[in-house]
Each structure stands twice: as structure tokens, then as C-alpha cells.
């Protein structure tokens, strides 16, 4: 809204108008504006002269503009009436085209209305030109200080450069940020050395740009975990290098599981469903909750359906792919390959839960009675 009193002449009063927008003071400069000239025979002039972009600028000056225009012309129309008269005729035509062509060219000149973006931008100043120059748009620029807003620009800076050099594009970029704020109170040296250490973990470019897209805590995460993990996964589960790049970039969740379920995970694929490491890989197990995995494997074995292979690899039935029985829906599963009803493995499910919570007690009775035993033949020994 336009505060300013606009005066307006009518015969030979004066009266203020209310507040008009922007939109509001066009219309009226259009109309204003062809009724001078279309009175005067100036049109065809008006149309090469008059600038669109002072009209965007200020419509009100643009309106006042128009206003003097037709006092000064109404002055001066009365000396050269004659010589008008003689040429209304023949300028008729030309002054109705051009007038017409005067109002679609302003009519279709719209007011565009300032971005919020561009606004934010402004208000950063000259801390925004490092961004737009490492091709960050205005609105990119606005999102990514709205992120951690304490954070200082050049530190900003520094880590947003350092994920462009990992090859992310800027959209990529401001996700990560998003994703994992917290980045922005990091320092390029620690994002540079995760990305080190996840290359020498065998990670390519593209895995690293994938890993840092779907998982950017892996750039938060303890150094310390991610080494424990790796040590996990080759001494004791026998994983290759470039198997355990794959299970990290497949399966980043393993780096928040405990390690010691991570390691019976491992047991319950590789001695009780005699999966070797390759198909453990490709088939994503580590994506699956191990409980829905044993429920359905020992499900398959209650039916006569999977079979743990003996020492040479063989089984008396085919059992299905480790990557079918964990990726295939719930439905699928019971009905195509279990061949079986959801009440049947609902109930079965609980009693397998029971059955489990019993031998767990008895293991844990089993432990107490040898603790009892050890601490019973102590004394034994020490009172001889």
C-alpha cells in the first residue's frame, strides 16, 4: 500500500484520493495516460518515449507524470488548434492503434512483487557474494542461513565448499545440511579426514556422494566407531574390504547397532542358515530386524520349507534365496512362499516368543548354578 496523499485535479477542485496498490495506481496511470493522449494526438510518441521500466519503478510518479504531460499539452493546444484540426483526420487511425498498443504493452507489464529470498539476500550483503559465486542461488543462499543460525559465515563457508569438492551438487549440498545441521559447527579439516578415512574403506566417489546423501552422520559419527566396526567386520566375521564398503553403504545403520547384536546377526546367517559372506552382502541381511528374520526362517524350517546345510553345503529340499526371504513383503511371504494363512504365523510368532523367553531363563538359572558352583568349590579349596 502506498501511503502518499496523491492530489488530482477535477475541473477546478481538488481532492485526495485513498490508498491504492501498485496495481490499483497502473490501472489508473493507464487510463490517465491514454486519455491525454488520445487528446492531444501524441500517442505514436508516447509509445517510443514512454519507459516501462519507470512505470515498475513508481506508478505514482508515472501517474503525476501523465497528469503534467496533460496540463502542459492543454497550454500549449490552444496556439497550434488550427494546425491540429487539419491533420485530426488523417492521425485518427494511427493515434486509436497506437493508443490501443500503448495500453496492452503497459497492461501486460506486471508489478513483480519483491522475493522474500531476494530481501533475505540483501540483508546479508556482501557475505552472500562468496556463495552465489560457487553457484548457490538466492533462495539455496537464504535456506542454508536459516540452518544454525549462529554459526560464523566463513566456517559456513568452509564446509559447504568441502561437500561441493566431494562432487555433490548444490540441491545435494543444502540437503546434507538439512539432514545433519550440526555439520555446520564442524571444520572442513574433519569433514576432509572422514571423507579420507571412508576412501580408504575402499569407498569410490560415487559411494562416498551416496553415503553422504543418505547417511551424513557419517560424518558426525566417533572416528573410534567407525574403526571399531571395521575391525568387526574383518577379523571376526571375515568380511573383504570392498564387502565391508558395500554392507557400510548398503546397510549405514550397522554403524549405530550394538556390536555385539551385529556379531549374532552375523552367527544366525552364516552357522544357522549357512549363508556365506558374498550373499550375505548382496542381499542386504544387515537391513532386516534379525527377530522378523528368525521368525520367518524358523517358520520355513517348522514346515519342512528351509533346511540348514551340512558340512559339504547340501540340503534334502531347495530352499529359497536368503534375499527373498527377507525383502519380500509380509503377505507375499506367507501366502506364495510360506503357503500358509496370517492367523497360522501370527500364533506362531507368539509361541516362539514364549519359547525364547523360557530358554533364555534357563540359561540364565544354568549360569547362576555354575557361578554358585565356582564360588562353592573356592571356598573349598581355601579351607583345605
Same mark, same amino acid.
Given at each position: 500500500?502506498?501511503?502518499?496523499?496523491?492530489?488530482?485535479?477535477?475541473?477546478?477542485?481538488?481532492?485526495? @484520493?485513498?490508498?491504492?496498490?501498485?496495481? @490499483?495506481?497502473?490501472?489508473?496511470? =493507464?487510463?490517465?495516460?491514454?486519455?491525454?493522449? $488520445?487528446?492531444?494526438?501524441?500517442? %505514436?510518441?508516447?509509445?517510443?518515449?514512454?519507459?516501462?521500466?519507470?512505470?515498475?519503478?513508481?506508478?505514482?510518479?508515472?501517474?503525476?507524470?501523465?497528469?503534467?504531460?496533460?496540463?502542459?499539452? !492543454?497550454? !500549449?493546444?490552444?496556439?497550434?488548434?488550427?494546425?491540429?484540426?487539419? &491533420?485530426?483526420?488523417?492521425?485518427?487511425?494511427?493515434?486509436?492503434?497506437?493508443? $490501443? /498498443?500503448?495500453?496492452? @504493452?503497459?497492461?501486460?507489464?506486471?508489478?513483480?512483487?519483491?522475493?522474500?529470498?531476494?530481501?533475505?539476500?540483501?540483508?546479508?550483503? /556482501?557475505?552472500?557474494?562468496?556463495?552465489?559465486?560457487?553457484?548457490?542461488? %538466492?533462495?539455496?543462499?537464504?535456506?542454508?542461513?536459516?540452518?544454525?543460525?549462529?554459526?560464523?559465515?566463513? =566456517?559456513?563457508?568452509?564446509?559447504?565448499?568441502?561437500?561441493?569438492?566431494?562432487?555433490?551438487?548444490?540441491?545435494? !549440498?543444502?540437503?546434507?545440511?538439512?539432514? &545433519?545441521?550440526?555439520?555446520?559447527?564442524?571444520?572442513?579439516?574433519?569433514?576432509?579426514? *572422514?571423507?579420507? +578415512?571412508?576412501?580408504?574403506?575402499?569407498?569410490?566417489?560415487?559411494?562416498?556422494?551416496?553415503?553422504?546423501?543418505?547417511?551424513?552422520?557419517?560424518?558426525? =559419527?566417533?572416528?573410534?566407531?567407525?574403526?571399531?566396526?571395521?575391525?568387526?567386520?574383518?577379523?571376526?566375521?571375515?568380511?573383504?574390504?570392498?564387502?565391508?564398503?558395500?554392507?557400510?553403504?548398503?546397510?549405514?545403520?550397522? +554403524?549405530?547397532?550394538? +556390536?555385539?547384536?551385529?556379531?549374532?546377526?552375523?552367527?544366525?546367517?552364516?552357522?544357522?542358515?549357512?549363508?556365506?559372506?558374498?550373499?550375505?552382502?548382496?542381499?542386504?541381511?544387515?537391513?532386516?530386524?534379525?527377530?522378523?528374520? /528368525?521368525? *520367518?526362517?524358523?517358520?520355513?524350517?517348522?514346515?519342512?520349507?528351509?533346511?540348514?546345510?551340512? /558340512?559339504?553345503?547340501?540340503?534334502?529340499?531347495?530352499?529359497?534365496? =536368503?534375499?527373498?526371504?527377507?525383502?519380500?513383503?509380509?503377505?507375499?511371504?506367507?501366502?506364495?512362499?510360506?503357503?500358509?494363512?496370517?492367523?497360522?504365523?501370527?500364533?506362531?510368532?507368539?509361541?516362539?516368543? *514364549?519359547?525364547?523367553?523360557?530358554? $533364555?531363563?534357563?540359561?540364565?538359572?544354568?549360569?547362576?548354578?555354575?557361578?554358585?558352583?565356582?564360588?562353592?568349590?573356592?571356598?573349598?579349596?581355601?579351607?583345605?
Amino acid at each position: 500500500m502506498i501511503g502518499i496523499v496523491v492530489q488530482q485535479r477535477l475541473g477546478e477542485q481538488w481532492f485526495p @484520493t485513498p490508498e491504492v496498490n501498485n496495481s @490499483t495506481l497502473i490501472t489508473e496511470s =493507464l487510463q490517465q495516460g491514454c486519455i491525454v493522449l $488520445q487528446k492531444h494526438k501524441f500517442v %505514436p510518441f508516447a509509445c517510443r518515449c514512454i519507459q516501462l521500466s519507470y512505470l515498475k519503478a513508481s506508478p505514482l510518479a508515472f501517474l503525476c507524470s501523465l497528469q503534467h504531460l496533460g496540463y502542459r499539452l !492543454t497550454g !500549449t493546444s490552444s496556439s497550434g488548434k488550427s494546425e491540429a484540426n487539419v &491533420s485530426h483526420g488523417s492521425c485518427k487511425t494511427d493515434t486509436n492503434e497506437a493508443s $490501443q /498498443k500503448l495500453i496492452e @504493452t503497459l497492461a501486460a507489464s506486471q508489478v513483480e512483487p519483491e522475493r522474500p529470498a531476494d530481501s533475505d539476500l540483501l540483508k546479508l550483503g /556482501k557475505v552472500a557474494d562468496p556463495f552465489l559465486n560457487m553457484g548457490l542461488s %538466492p533462495a539455496q543462499i537464504t535456506h542454508l542461513f536459516s540452518l544454525q543460525p549462529y554459526a560464523p559465515p566463513q =566456517l559456513r563457508l568452509a564446509v559447504v565448499s568441502e561437500l561441493l569438492l566431494l562432487g555433490l551438487s548444490t540441491d545435494a !549440498t543444502l540437503n546434507v545440511l538439512q539432514k &545433519s545441521p550440526e555439520l555446520l559447527g564442524m571444520s572442513s579439516k574433519h569433514i576432509k579426514d *572422514r571423507a579420507d +578415512l571412508l576412501r580408504r574403506l575402499a569407498f569410490k566417489e560415487v559411494g562416498l556422494n551416496h553415503m553422504a546423501v543418505h547417511f551424513p552422520r557419517i560424518f558426525t =559419527l566417533p572416528q573410534k566407531r567407525i574403526e571399531v566396526l571395521e575391525k568387526l567386520l574383518k577379523e571376526k566375521c571375515l568380511f573383504s574390504v570392498q564387502q565391508i564398503a558395500k554392507i557400510l553403504q548398503t546397510c549405514p545403520n550397522v +554403524l549405530l547397532e550394538e +556390536l555385539g547384536d551385529l556379531e549374532y546377526k552375523f552367527q544366525f546367517a552364516y552357522f544357522r542358515m549357512g549363508i556365506k559372506h558374498r550373499e550375505i552382502v548382496n542381499s542386504g541381511f544387515f537391513q532386516a530386524p534379525l527377530a522378523e528374520i /528368525k521368525n *520367518r526362517v524358523i517358520f520355513l524350517e517348522r514346515l519342512g520349507l528351509y533346511q540348514t546345510p551340512d /558340512k559339504k553345503g547340501q540340503t534334502q529340499v531347495v530352499n529359497p534365496k =536368503l534375499k527373498s526371504i527377507i525383502r519380500t513383503s509380509e503377505s507375499d511371504f506367507i501366502e506364495k512362499m510360506a503357503c500358509s494363512s496370517l492367523e497360522e504365523y501370527n500364533i506362531f510368532k507368539k509361541l516362539l516368543a *514364549r519359547e525364547e523367553e523360557r530358554m $533364555q531363563k534357563e540359561e540364565e538359572a544354568a549360569e547362576k548354578n555354575n557361578l554358585s558352583d565356582s564360588e562353592s568349590d573356592g571356598e573349598g579349596s581355601d579351607s583345605d
